[in-house]
């Protein structure tokens, strides 16, 4: 019991601290022109922050929808590897509803406590997806009530945001950092001449396959 206790608030304390930044992203969502309901949908439906931070910022910059969603896609295509390690600490049933929240904070919380990956998982979950969906849609209504929203600078909320999210993996090895700034570097000199998300498409491919060996 004090073992599942601690998985537990472990995975409350995540959930909710990094459910929080959902207020980012629905402001971020609303200033790149999407709909309070567009906001939502992702946040409902995609649910991975940085993959929606990324298409938001396509958006943003006035890219097209498949440049945007494919980044997305590569960036979230990690979250297939933590599924790989997780099938066997997670119940078989409903499977396809746990792999909704196959996510970085939850595989942290459920490789932090093996015994109780399963407490954790589903507390991180949760947690994190009530205050994420409940905080998007907050920002959003609140931000599409502005006449300008990048009047009040929050054009620059999901790239701070989005750095913030990646700020953690950067400390942790010089690999990650080496991979972080070949991605950045891909993106910019691809900016100039390609369409907006091509660049941040690129630039994810260029990582994956560095990830993936």
Not at 26 to 55: E, K, N, R
Not at 65 to 75: H, Q, S, W
Request: aromatic share 8%.
């Amino acid at each position: 019991m004090p073992a599942r206790q601690d998985a537990v608030r472990a995975g409350l304390g995540v959930g909710l601290a990094v459910g929080v930044s959902g207020l980012a992203f629905g402001a971020a969502a609303v200033t790149a022109g999407l709909s309070v309901a567009q906001a939502c949908a992702l946040s409902l439906f995609a649910f991975t922050g940085a993959s929606q931070f990324a298409l938001a910022g396509v958006v943003a910059g006035g890219g097209a929808l498949v440049p945007g969603v494919a980044g997305a896609l590569l960036l979230g295509a990690r979250n297939g590897l933590y599924g790989l390690r997780l099938a066997a600490l997670l119940p078989a049933r409903f499977r396809a509803f746990t792999a909704h929240g196959v996510i970085d904070e939850t595989s942290a919380v459920a490789f932090a406590h093996p015994g109780e990956a399963r407490a954790g998982f589903f507390a991180t979950f949760a947690s994190l997806y009530v205050t994420w969906n409940l905080t998007t849609f907050l920002a959003a209504a609140g931000a599409s009530a502005v006449g300008d929203p990048a009047v009040f600078g929050l054009d620059a909320v999901g790239p701070a945001t989005f750095l913030a999210l990646l700020w953690p993996r950067l400390k942790e090895s010089a690999e990650d950092r080496k991979v972080a700034l070949a991605g950045a570097a891909v993106a910019l000199a691809a900016t100039p001449f390609l369409p907006p998300g091509v660049p941040v498409l690129l630039a994810a491919a260029g990582a994956l396959v560095v990830l993936v060996r």
